[in-house]
Structure formats: C-alpha cells, structure tokens
C-alpha cells in the first residue's frame, strides 16, 4: 500500500540555521500538507499546497517558513532561520480529491534545534 | 476558530471493558469528523470518518449534532487497542485537532 515517506526521521540544528525537510507525497495525490506537534501538545496545521501554490496557511506559517514542490515528487519544508521554539515534531500529509478529505500522513521528522 | 475538544488526557481501562473516547467540536453547521488513531512508533492513521458511518477494529462514532459531539467507542476494549486517539474536524482546507488522548488497556 503506498505511503507517505519523510527524511529526515530526526534533525538536529543549531538556531538560526536554514533546515530543510523532506516528503514524499502518494503519487496520485493532489493536495499537500504540513502539521506540526510540539511535545506535549495537539497537533497543528501548518499550510496547505494544491496545484503548486500555498492554499491555506496557519498565524504560525510565518516568513522564516516556505514549502515548494521542486518536482513531481518532493514537498519540501524549508525554515529559514530557525528559533528554539521550532522544535516539534513536523507531519506531511497528503491527500486525493475533493470528495473524501481524509489526509494520509507521513511518519514524522523529529526537529530538534539546540 | 474552530476547536476540537478531548477532555481526557488519559484513560485506563481493563480489557473486555467498554471504552468511551469523547470529543467536542465548535462549528455549528454540518462538520465533517474523524478519528485518527496512533499507536506506538507508528504513524497518524485514520480510523473513522463520519461520513461513512463503518465500524473499525470494532470501534464506532456517532455525530450528535445537538451536543456537538464525536465520540468514539468501543464495547470491549483489546490490549491492542492501546494508542493516542485524536479527534479531527475538516473545515477550510485542513484538519484541527484535538488534544489527544492516550488510551491504556491493562490485561
């Protein structure tokens, strides 16, 4: 069963270094997502990504973040400059179409930013 | 803004006891729900959506429009059930989520 795949599965940075972070979305899918989890707490919407552009995005999606899909597999998340409060577990998700909005998720990237 | 409640944190029950996992969302209208479900090391997955009104690993959600409530249960709970539960409502192109709660069955 295809599945969404992330790398890293941990990244370790110092603060104010650029990170990036990767996912592989299902192959036919046509809408793309990045969530986020700090320890202890829910799960949060970051943005949203359909036909190559930014669809939805939350008050935390701020400058230093950026997503792209620099080709026809890979959804990238980039920060730009990242802080101490930046670490968190990040989630891609994925979905199909329009009729169902269930939204395949990713096994994570632990972000750890010392 | 919208919010999706879970109450509990934690729940701890014994096997082949009922299970009650409840959640609370704040849109008035019609909401589209789910339940995600995590056990250990693994990834988020869905376990219901509303709209298709199934049963899975024995679980079942009912809407309840007037108490704006989701919740989840199951009548005998398994070990294997063990997992974070999350509570998820689809409105403006993403997923809100609740808290979670972590489910334990002891033996």
């Known amino acids: 069963e295809p599945e969404v795949t992330q790398t890293p599965s941990h990244q370790v940075t110092q603060m104010g270094q650029e990170v990036i972070l990767r996912c592989v979305p299902i192959?036919?899918?046509?809408?793309f997502y990045w969530y986020r989890q700090i320890l202890g707490q829910k799960v949060e919407f970051l943005v949203s990504?359909?036909?190559?552009?930014?669809?939805?995005k939350s008050e935390i999606f701020d400058d230093q973040f950026s997503v792209e899909r620099p080709d026809g597999s890979n959804f990238t998340l980039k920060i730009r400059s990242t802080k101490l409060e930046d670490s968190a577990m990040y989630f891609c998700?994925?979905?199909?179409?329009?009729?169902?909005?269930?939204?395949?998720f990713g096994p994570g990237t632990r972000l750890t930013v010392l | 803004a919208q919010r999706v409640t879970q109450p509990e944190k934690l729940l701890s029950v014994f096997k082949g006891a009922p299970v009650e996992l409840k959640c609370n969302y704040s849109?008035?209208?019609?909401?589209?729900l789910f339940w995600y479900v995590q056990y250990s090391r693994q990834r988020l997955q869905l376990l219901l959506r509303?709209?298709s009104r199934e049963s899975i690993k024995g679980f079942t959600a009912d809407l309840n429009k007037g108490e704006t409530s989701f919740h989840l249960k199951k009548p005998f709970a398994q070990e294997e059930d063990s997992a974070m539960y999350y509570c998820?409502?689809?409105?403006?192109?993403?997923?809100?989520f609740g808290q979670g709660t972590i489910l334990t069955v002891h033996p």
């Open positions: 998700a994925s979905r199909f179409g329009l009729i169902y909005n269930e939204q395949f």
């Open positions: 192959s036919n899918h046509l809408y």
């Open positions: 990504f359909y036909n190559n552009e930014i669809s939805e």
């Open positions: 849109y008035s209208g019609s909401p589209e």
């Open positions: 509303h709209i």
């Open positions: 998820a409502q689809y409105r403006y192109g993403k997923l809100t």
